[in-house]
């Protein structure tokens, strides 16, 4: 096995993204003290068959303060949060800590809150979150719980959405794994995606495969 450390903070990135909604400011690798300068819009909250992935800031501020994280946020003037991405290692007791020590980490969210989606933006966070080299020596890895999706947000069915998120990923390296983890396997639309790293070993790749369905090589 190759035991690789946490991914390093890196500097944070800035894009002006223009819409026909207005500008939109993203920054990558964003500070517990950034995001406290921050406020998040309201459309992040609890609807009546959907509830947003992350409806307060300190969800966010927690997590800028784990090793390895990288938050990208998506900002309208006065610092208003209307979108963010989630880059973040798996916790040690999760399935995916077993292919290694820094080898796996979670693309945990990208969302954007209804009134400014469709604006393009999600894939350019998608963009800055694997900005990072040093992901060419890991696998990052996603997934889609069809009971996290906003359907009636988009007006889609669970199978339009889950083609969306393949229209989304694909163009950046990543395709669908098969698994037997129990909570992907609970609805047939769940999913599990991953980028394998042009770097990773193939005994990493091996036993990536093998973690997959629960069995240690």
């Not at 406290?36 to 300190?58: H, I, N």
């Not at 946020?73 to 800590?97: K, T």
Request: charged share 25%.
């Amino acid at each position: 096995m190759h035991p690789n450390p946490p991914l390093e903070r890196y500097p944070s990135e800035q894009r002006v993204v223009s819409t026909d909604k207005g500008d939109i400011l993203l920054e990558s690798f964003c500070s517990a003290q950034r995001i406290e300068a921050c406020t998040l819009d309201p459309q992040f909250g609890v609807y009546a068959r959907y509830k947003s992935l992350y409806t307060k800031k300190e969800s966010f501020v927690h997590l800028a303060e784990t090793e390895g994280a990288n938050i990208v946020l998506a900002l309208i003037p006065d610092n208003h949060i209307i979108g963010f991405g989630l880059l973040v290692h798996p916790e040690p007791e999760e399935r995916w800590s077993r292919v290694g020590p820094g080898i796996m980490i979670e693309l945990k969210a990208i969302e954007v809150c209804r009134d400014w989606r469709s604006t393009g933006i999600a894939r350019h966070m998608v963009e800055m979150l694997l900005s990072h080299p040093r992901l060419e020596e890991m696998i990052v890895y996603l997934v889609g719980y069809s009971w996290t999706w906003d359907l009636d947000g988009t007006g889609k069915s669970a199978q339009e959405y889950r083609q969306m998120l393949f229209r989304l990923f694909e163009p950046f390296g990543f395709r669908e794994f098969q698994t037997n983890e129990p909570n992907i396997c609970l609805k047939p639309e769940n999913m599990l995606m991953a980028r394998i790293g042009s770097r990773v070993p193939a005994d990493i790749q091996n036993r990536f495969k093998w973690i997959r369905f629960g069995v240690e090589p």
